[in-house]
Nanobody
Framework: QVQLVESGGGLVQAGSSLRLSCAAS????????MGWFRQVPGKQREALAC????????YITDSVKGQFTISRDNAKNTIYLQMDNLKPEDTAVYYC??????????????????WGQGTQVTVSS
């Protein structure tokens, strides 16, 4: 069973930064792409970013490019989502995804087969 453990969410003021973490098993981290998504109640899950540790592919959705950065720590089997200059509209539940593919040209929830429990990010104005 693929296990993805997210952390780092919270309540922050607009303009602040947060870094989300997602720890995975070695097998998941090394053999599949991993990504970040977010979802607001009543809306579809929105793709944010993904990376593939096998070949270094990174993709960031245009809507958050320049604001969000995805990175990894191979020693910890962990990926991160660095979120800067947060805005109230960034408020959502953020999900880590694994056991998938990161093509580098597009990103969809259907590209992934495993999901973390989600972590709430709330940005106050």
């Amino acid at each position: 069973q693929v296990q993805l453990v997210e952390s780092g969410g919270g309540l922050v003021q607009a303009g602040s930064s947060l870094r989300l973490s997602c720890a995975a098993s070695l097998r998941t981290f090394s053999n599949y792409g991993m990504g970040w998504f977010r979802q607001v109640p009543g809306k579809q899950r929105e793709a944010l970013a993904c990376l593939d540790t096998r070949d270094g592919t990174i993709y960031i959705t245009d809507s958050v490019k320049g604001q969000f950065t995805i990175s990894r720590d191979n020693a910890k089997n962990t990926i991160y989502l660095q979120m800067d200059n947060l805005k109230p509209e960034d408020t959502a539940v953020y999900y880590c995804a694994g056991h998938g593919a990161c093509s580098g040209s597009s990103l969809s929830p259907s590209d992934f087969h495993s999901w973390g429990q989600g972590t709430q990010v709330t940005v106050s104005s």
